[in-house]
């Protein structure tokens, strides 16, 4: 089956770049997405990136896509305290459901 | 805020009891999936509900059972409730079509004692 991995934990201090990675298995994947999850709450869509894409960039967010490898990776730019979460990756490889990551807990040093 | 809602926030019940969790779907979407995330781990889904059928199942037990209404708001029910049960359900909505993007509710939070 469809294994999507990521390290568990990140630590940045404020103003700088994060950049949290991402591998995924299954070839037939469509989109990515990357999701992130404050504690006690649900999930916020942050963006997604089309598979015949390299590259997306929104705001402070910019996602990069290396097909060939299977990595995914999500770069914040002019990381803030309230960007402390934990981030997910999905993989929807189209048949009906995403496949989660584990999560990084992004940790912002003020 | 994504529009999609869930009920209640927290349920606690106990083992062999049985639960049901309800999801209301964002405006405009016909699609509702439902998702399993334990402590420490990513979602994991359950199911997928489109034009009141199951339309995709993930590696869950029967006892993990749904509905879909004509609203396309959406009921989880889980029977025989084991202590793994405890988790965040989360349920998402989505416009069937070649790309889904899917919205997430806040989570009902179950504890199984």
């Known amino acids: 089956g469809e294994d999507v991995e990521q390290s568990l934990f990140l630590s940045v201090r404020e103003g700088d770049s994060s950049v949290i990675n991402c591998t995924y298995t299954?070839?037939?994947?469509?989109?990515l997405y990357w999701y992130k999850q404050e504690p006690g709450a649900g999930l916020q869509l942050l963006t997604y990136?089309?598979?015949?894409?390299d590259m997306k960039q929104d705001q402070r967010l910019t996602v990069l896509l290396n097909k060939k490898d299977k990595h995914l990776s999500l770069r914040i730019a002019d990381t803030q305290t309230g960007d402390s979460a934990i981030y997910f990756c999905?993989?929807?490889?189209?048949?009906?459901?995403?496949?989660f990551g584990t999560g990084t807990r992004l940790t912002v040093i003020p | 805020e994504t529009g999609v809602t869930q009920s209640p926030t927290h349920l606690i019940k106990t083992r062999g009891q049985q639960v049901t969790l309800r999801c209301s779907s964002q405006s405009g979407h016909n699609t509702v999936s439902w998702y399993q995330q334990a402590l420490g781990q990513g979602p994991q889904f359950i199911f997928q509900?489109?034009?009141?059928?199951?339309?995709g199942r993930g590696n869950f037990p029967p006892r993990f059972s749904g509905l879909q209404f004509p609203n396309y708001s959406s009921e989880l029910n889980v029977n025989a409730l084991e202590l793994d049960d405890s988790a965040l359900y989360l349920c998402a909505s989505s416009f069937k079509g070649p790309q889904e993007t899917q919205y997430f509710g806040p989570g009902t939070r179950l504890l199984v004692l």
């Open positions: 509900y489109y034009r009141e059928e199951e339309n």
């Open positions: 999905a993989d929807d490889p189209g048949a009906n459901n995403l496949f």
């Open positions: 299954d070839s037939s994947s469509t989109y």
């Open positions: 990136i089309f598979s015949n894409m």
